[in-house]
């Protein structure tokens, strides 16, 4: 099972705000071995955020080896070919480490956002299949239709990064069948992930595909032993990537508590 966390760019408590050195994150965690390192994404959210594309970036020119990934994109926020020519652009510079997930966003941080770009909040869902039909073709470089019938090919094309969509109901799911290469859950239990992947086979096998992969966000106990327990019980489960986010604003130590639950630390 893959380990990552996510990068000091915002954080869900509003009057903790965890904003911190994004290049010097990315280099520590990778320095500790983890596997990948997230950035969160929105407009306008209900804490002080960072543009995502501009933070992985940053993550991207100090590392060599670490993935990076949207955690996650919020794709129905912008225009499909926009966020293609960022996600290809972003796949040229970090050499294929990119991990794309994506989501419609959650409905806690309102929608002033979406007010703020000119988008009806309740159409996210909507355009959120759309543009991710038309997406790897963008990203690649191939002749692609947008929703409104513009005809257009970005150039140059990239590899098309691995593709994860987000959320916790059933909709959601059914979206990561049709779409995706990954499924990612937000603190689903170890038990629950059968259940999950059972649903998951029957949305692919209904459009014809393979089953996604199953990744969690989810925090750890604080405690070592139960953190380690929690982490085997989800390898054991057959969770493809595990991500979980710094308690607070000292990232340092959190990427170090995190890369030493791998190594057996209690």
Do not use: C
């Not at 994109?73 to 994506?102: C, I, M």
């Not at 999950?196 to 595909?209: D, I, M, P």
């Not at 130590?253 to 057996?264: D, L, P, Q, S, W």
């Amino acid at each position: 099972m893959r380990l990552g966390t996510f990068l000091p760019t915002s954080t869900p408590d509003p009057q903790r705000p965890i904003l911190g050195d994004v290049g010097a994150a990315a280099r520590f965690a990778e320095e500790v071995g983890l596997d990948s390192v997230w950035s969160t994404d929105h407009l306008v959210a209900s804490a002080p955020i960072l543009e995502s594309s501009v933070t992985l970036a940053t993550a991207a020119a100090v590392t060599e080896r670490i993935h990076i990934g949207y955690g996650v994109l919020l794709l129905a926020l912008r225009p499909a070919a926009w966020a293609a020519k960022q996600v290809s652009a972003l796949q040229y510079v970090s050499g294929d480490r990119l991990l794309l997930g994506v989501g419609t966003g959650n409905p806690a941080h309102g929608d002033i956002g979406w007010r703020a770009a000119g988008l009806p909040f309740a159409d996210r869902g909507r355009r959120t299949d759309e543009n991710l039909r038309v997406l790897p073709d963008l990203i690649a470089g191939r002749p692609a239709v947008l929703p409104d019938g513009t005809e257009v090919t970005l150039a140059p094309g990239a590899t098309v990064p691995p593709i994860l969509v987000a959320g916790d109901g059933p909709r959601a799911r059914r979206r990561a069948a049709e779409f995706a290469d990954g499924w990612l859950a937000i603190g689903l239990a170890p038990q629950e992930v059968a259940t999950a992947t059972k649903e998951l086979s029957e949305f692919a096998a209904s459009f014809g595909r393979a089953t996604p992969t199953v990744s969690v966000v989810t925090p750890l106990p604080a405690d070592p032993g139960e953190a380690r327990d929690l982490f085997d019980a989800y390898t054991e489960a057959g969770v493809d990537h595990l991500l979980t986010a710094p308690r607070d604003a000292d990232w340092h130590r959190g990427y170090e508590f995190v890369a030493a639950i791998r190594t057996g630390g209690r």
